[in-house]
């Protein structure tokens, strides 16, 4: 026996049997015949679910992390690896396994599993599951990447982000998963909130349903066990059953409005008390870690110290190339005061060295930004220019950045790309537009809504006809909550909003709002 498997049976001698989870407490009474090697779990490990992401023509990454106890420490887990197995197989029941690997399950990265499988044929669905000692996780479903050179007939996938767990019930997520055929999802980040959990004392934008365990995030056993709380919501964990996901992060998996080197705490009124660079980078590593470690990601995203490249190009064959974007950790601070994110302009927008993505993923942008029907940015905040009431601007957005959004706009229309789509969160509204450079329709930008962030929302706002009427390259808005779901083809591509009417109760049925078109070789909208 191993000290693996000794230091497991110690625990589990020693354990008192907790009554929440009942396989676990099953599994617990079994005789602890030990395997050399093999750990004997006290609870069921695999309570944060399985997901999938980054497909590939011949693979994509499975993931898992084990915790017996989520919100504990380390998930409840002594400091030991663990040796964990995953197995790929042509149906559900498992009868035809085509593939099978052990990765160990470390300490050092929160106990997760990245399994980066290789040999699977491409544009086909597999499904995966995962075993440790005696214990099988629930079963998933993913999806490959056609090949290199196939020119597929359809490519149909999700946009979605933005899931405060304390505003609202995921049942967005819940219809996600019920979506058949999807290619994958791309989430455009916001998939933990860091503030403290909510105070019966603080006035808040709502009911509050559920509540963030402890203060502020800034460690890395915070971020971690952040994490594990939304990993444990049922519907979250069977949307990624269900589908591959391409994952980014914006501002909250991090620090809300962060911007490169700097912290939302930037010396001015809500925050006089600056953080320094050096300081907030320690943040940043704990933060990119725990994001890295919770997410299917592959190798090549595992940060280091606090840099991480999270940007990257998925094809899927001459159909569509997507371009993950990162707009957090190279963007200038924001203009013009910068928090609150809503200023009134200043001269430092006219700045024309300004910077969203940063002199080399810009770079690596423009290089890549060829060779499909489809080329997809996928990316987090608002690209469109939005004329706010009162002559305010949105300096967390693009519009803080224009000098940068131009270069973008002025790259897509150089490379006359008659298919160029920008995939947006952020925002917890819903946008549908035109993207110009002059008079030209250069793009077609859809923002995604929010899962759940900002709670029931509305079919409009207040302010919604004066937006669409000063902002006529906006063809649509709306302020519920939910995802939209892109339906691809060599011609066209045709979006619809998926919104949920509530979700501060749960079970919300699946609404559908307008189907928008755009027509490959015709940038903007041509039907709505
Ligand atoms: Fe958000
Ligand atoms: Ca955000």
Known sequence: MDSTARHILNLHRRGALRGALGLAALAALQPARAQPGMPIFRNYPFTLGVASGDPLPDGVVL?????????ASMGGLPHVAFPVTW?????????????????????????????????????????????????VSQTGRTRTAPAADARPERLRFVSAGCQHLEQGHFTAWRHVAEEADLDFVFHSGDYIYEYRGVLPSQPSWGPILRTHQGDEIHTLDHYRQRYAQYHADPDLMAAHAAHPFIMSFDDHEVDNDWAGPHSEEAGLPPFPIAVPPEVFALRKQAAFQAWWENMPLRRAQLPRGPEITAYRRLDYGRLARLHVLDTRSWRDDQPCGGTPAVQRPCDALGRPDQQMLGTAQEAWLMDGMAGATWNILAQQVLVMPRDLPGGMVNVDKWDGTPAARERLLR?????????????????????VADLKLGDAIVATEFAATSITSLGDGSETLASTPELLSRNPHIHFHSARRGYSLHDATPARMAVMQRVVPYVTRPGAPREDRGVFVTEAGRPGIQRG
């Open 63 to 71: 993931w898992t992390r084990l915790a017996t106890d989520p919100l």
């Open 411 to 431: 790259g897509i229309a150089d490379r006359r790309l008659g298919g160029a789509v920008v995939l947006t969160g952020d925002s917890h509204n819903a946008w």
């Open 87 to 135: 197995e790929v197989s042509e149906d559900d029941r498992f009868t035809r396994i085509i593939a099978r690997g052990e990765e160990l399950a470390r300490p050092e990265l929160g106990f997760s599993i990245h399994a980066e499988v290789t040999g699977l044929a491409a544009a086909h669905s597999y499904f995966y599951r995962f075993r440790s000692g005696r214990e």
